[in-house]
């Protein structure tokens, strides 16, 4: 346990010169937040309302398909082993592959730090709305049906209501989260609810393979003869392509899970480190990101749920009047996506296998950076009164006129009621979101105001708030209709209600 508190808290690392390995391994890097977070105070007369999270799970272990990689490097370490000349290297003759497939894809234990700390700096920040006791109505919790994705909610929800339960010595608070099955969760996996994303994969996801394969066909082969001349083992082993890959992929699991860095990531230089990074850009790029516009448009109903709830709150949804907060935990491809939609990152040219190096030094979509294990996206809201308006009365003097209120006094509170909730709408007051990604302030692009204008938000995105997801992905309507009983996404009722799913084979997500 030592080692992971020791990792997390104290951030030991594998540094050459300010070169921290652990900022450099694309969706596989453990979090890491700014160590100086600038907190700009909202404008005067805002108060902050309303809270939506959107978080990618934990560090995790690999899942099955990458533990038999693992198995196949360790007989081939064995095969190598009585040649391996190089004392610094002498760990390869007894390697093992430690990883098993009952946990394949569980999460670590320095994943369930990663969500039970950010819980409690997001409660410390955003007091005393993050603050409150528990009630399942206040606030909403949501995780994909996956193992991960609801530990790591559960690692969060622990740290956000630690000891202010009544369960037990500890005060244990439990909570409920919900989940929607695989096949009809079209704002968390909407990757696997569309059916074109799902099986047009020679039109969508061509260019990028191809730009990948480019630059793992520059570089990985002289990756691969450069460790096995340094091992001394090169007139026996000729490392494939695919076994540099397995390598990489095991420096990135040793050190984001338990901090060991002396073993796989000793093998390849800062260069051969940044040679990899790059690699697995030009994959999410193509794949989650501007590579292809569509394979980002389809993080819409995500973005429409969340537009739906601030929408909620600011008109005074009765259904949802006591909300302060949803927190929704999910995956990488569900992340990179809404970055990408929101227009964040985005770089002047495409990512090509064949950029200089001064322009991939230079590029913004860094994997690394947007989607770490636990990364995160905060949009808070605020309602600020204008100048010389009329003092307006808040939800919970509803809920004190309401329970003091007689029998015959009933009418005159109705008419209190309604005046309270048209003061809380557009009209008589400007609302205002601000954006978090990583716990640092992003402006929205297209926004000049770093608290922006609730209507300038929903302007900017108004393609994205107005996008067909079932037509788009070519989804049977009278099928999902009949199969998941619920709305469908489309123009007419685009803004953030859950729609019904494709009917398409649905694979296991690679990267989550």
């Given amino acids: 346990m030592q080692r992971y508190i020791i990792f997390l808290v104290l951030s030991v690392s594998l540094s050459?010169?300010?070169?921290l390995l652990e900022h450099h391994l694309s969706t596989g890097s453990p979090y890491w937040h700014p160590k100086e977070v600038t907190d700009t105070p909202p404008p005067a007369g805002c108060k902050l309302i309303y809270v939506d999270l959107i978080a990618r799970h934990g560090s995790r272990d690999p899942t099955k398909k990458v533990v038999k990689t693992f198995d196949d490097l360790a007989k081939r370490f064995q095969e190598i082993a009585p040649y391996v000349e190089n004392d610094h290297y002498a760990w390869i003759k007894n390697y093992t592959n430690s990883y098993s497939t009952i946990r394949a894809g569980f999460l670590t234990y320095a994943g369930e730090l990663e969500h039970y700390y950010l819980a409690k700096r997001l409660a410390k920040r955003f007091h005393p709305l993050l603050s409150k006791k528990y009630y399942s109505n206040v606030y909403r919790?949501?995780?994909?049906?996956?193992?991960?994705?609801?530990?790591?909610?559960?690692?969060?929800?622990?740290?956000?209501?630690?000891?202010?339960?009544?369960?037990?010595?500890?005060?244990f608070q439990p909570y409920f989260i919900s989940t929607e099955p695989k096949g009809n969760d079209p704002e968390l996996r909407f990757f696997e609810a569309c059916d074109r994303f799902v099986n047009d994969k020679t039109e969508l996801f061509m260019e990028g393979k191809n730009q990948q394969k480019l630059w793992i066909d520059k570089h990985f082969t002289a990756i691969g003869q450069r460790i096995t001349e340094t091992l001394g083992t090169e007139d026996v082993w000729q490392p494939t392509n695919k076994e540099v890959e397995a390598m990489f992929s095991a420096c990135q699991f040793e050190l984001s899970s338990a901090n060991i860095t002396h073993r796989f990531c000793s093998l390849f230089t800062i260069r051969e480190h940044r040679i990899n990074e790059y690699n697995k850009d030009l994959k999410?790029?193509?794949k989650r990101a501007y590579g292809n516009q569509f394979n980002y448009q389809i993080a819409s109903p995500l973005l429409q749920a969340i537009t739906s709830d601030m929408d909620a709150v600011i008109m005074g949804d009765s259904k949802r009047k006591d909300e302060l907060a949803f927190m929704r935990f999910a995956h990488a491809e569900t992340v990179m996506p809404l970055a990408a939609i929101l227009g964040l990152y985005r770089d002047d040219y495409d990512l090509t296998a064949d950029l200089s190096e001064e322009e991939i030094r230079n590029r913004k979509?860094?994997?690394?950076?947007?989607?770490?294990?636990?990364?995160n996206f905060v949009f808070a809201l605020y309602q600020c009164s204008p100048p010389s308006t009329t003092t307006t009365t808040s939800i919970e003097d509803i809920d004190y006129i309401t329970?003091?209120?007689?029998?015959?006094?009933?009418?005159?509170?109705?008419?209190?009621?309604?005046?309270?909730?048209?003061?809380?709408?557009?009209t008589n007051n400007v609302f205002k979101v601000k954006l978090l990604h990583n716990e640092a302030e992003m402006y929205f692009p297209g926004c000049d105001e770093l608290y922006c204008p609730y209507d300038t938000f929903k302007a900017l995105y108004a393609p994205s708030l107005d996008f067909d997801f079932v037509g788009e992905c070519g989804i049977d309507e009278a099928v999902a209709n009949e199969k998941y009983k619920k709305p469908t996404i489309s123009k007419?009722?685009?803004?953030?209600?859950?729609?019904?799913?494709?009917?398409?084979?649905?694979?296991?997500?690679e990267d989550d």
């Fill in 16 to 19: 050459y010169a300010g070169f």
């Fill in 284 to 286: 999410t790029y193509y």
């Fill in 492 to 509: 007419e009722n685009s803004k953030g209600k859950k729609g019904k799913q494709s009917t398409a084979s649905k694979p296991e997500p």
């Fill in 403 to 426: 329970s003091n209120t007689t029998s015959s006094d009933i009418d005159n509170t109705t008419s209190d009621i309604d005046n309270i909730t048209s003061n809380n709408t557009t």
């Fill in 365 to 375: 979509w860094r994997s690394s950076d947007i989607s770490p294990y636990a990364a």
């Fill in 141 to 171: 919790l949501q995780n994909t049906q996956v193992m991960r994705t609801g530990e790591s909610a559960s690692s969060f929800a622990y740290g956000l209501f630690e000891g202010k339960g009544d369960l037990g010595v500890s005060s």
